[in-house]
T-cell receptor
Framework: KAGVTQTPRYLIKTRGQQVTLSCSPI?????VSWYQQTPGQGLQFLFE???????NKGNFPGRFSGRQFSNSRSEMNVSTLELGDSALYLC????????????FGNGTRLTVT | EDQVTQSPEALRLQEGESSSLNCSYT??????LFWYRQDPGKGPEFLFT???AGEEKEKERLKATLTKKESFLHITAPKPEDSATYLC??????????FGEGTQLTVNP
């Protein structure tokens, strides 16, 4: 079974630009969640989508947004990039039930200059 | 606010030297405690889920246990390939996990 696939693996953007990251979940998984990982803050929850609806949201500014498509694939968008947005962005998928573990992709490394 | 604290931050072991990693947590309603392993440049790899105090799970050289306030990841006779960062996380709703900072484990041959 294929794992969670994230594209692209690396991105370099300039302050003020916007970026879109993509995530393809494990087949059959309906929940997709996004996390930001930085050396100082560790892994922090951004948001979760389940059946195309945002089910949960973390404490990030409105510049961070996402969506989920009918095939469960998800995209995350960050607008007006800031230097502090440089991080590893991880996508995780699960069946969406309480006893379902999250399975992570290898992330997109975003560098903002 | 949910909190997860892992200790130690870093641990160096000799091959075959058993030890334990600690994860202390404070949550309003635990709906699962997770252990992940993360290798450099990769996403976290799922290891275990524990749900209730007294529960234990094992996989190869790893054994995870859970009490009402903390979880331990015991590593028995580790090998160099066990070197990684081990992350602990708690779930309180949906797919929202609160992670600890991790323990960076190095096993020397």
């Amino acid at each position: 079974k294929a794992g969670v696939t994230q594209t692209p693996r690396y991105l370099i953007k300039t302050r003020g630009q916007q970026v879109t990251l993509s995530c393809s979940p494990i087949s059959g998984h309906r929940s997709v969640s996004w996390y930001q990982q930085t050396p100082g803050q560790g892994l922090q929850f951004l948001f979760e989508y389940f059946s195309e609806t945002q089910r949960n949201k973390g404490n990030f500014p409105g510049r961070f947004s996402g969506r989920q498509f009918s095939n469960s694939r998800s995209e995350m968008n960050v607008s007006t990039l800031e230097l502090g947005d440089s991080a590893l962005y991880l996508c995780a998928s699960s069946l969406g039930q309480d006893d379902s573990p999250l399975h992570f992709g290898n992330g997109t490394r975003l560098t903002v200059t | 606010e949910d909190q997860v604290t892992q200790s130690p931050e870093a641990l160096r072991l000799q091959e075959g030297e058993s030890s334990s990693l600690n994860c202390s947590y404070t949550v309003s309603g635990l709906r699962g405690l997770f252990w992940y392993r993360q290798d450099p440049g990769k996403g976290p790899e799922f290891l275990f889920t524990l749900y209730s105090a007294g529960e234990e799970k094992e996989k190869e050289r790893l054994k995870a246990t859970l009490t009402k306030k903390e979880s331990f990841l015991h590593i028995t006779a580790p090998k160099p390939e066990d070197s990684a960062t081990y992350l602990c996380a708690v779930r309180t709703s949906g797919s929202r996990l609160t992670f600890g900072e991790g323990t960076q484990l190095t096993v020397n041959p």
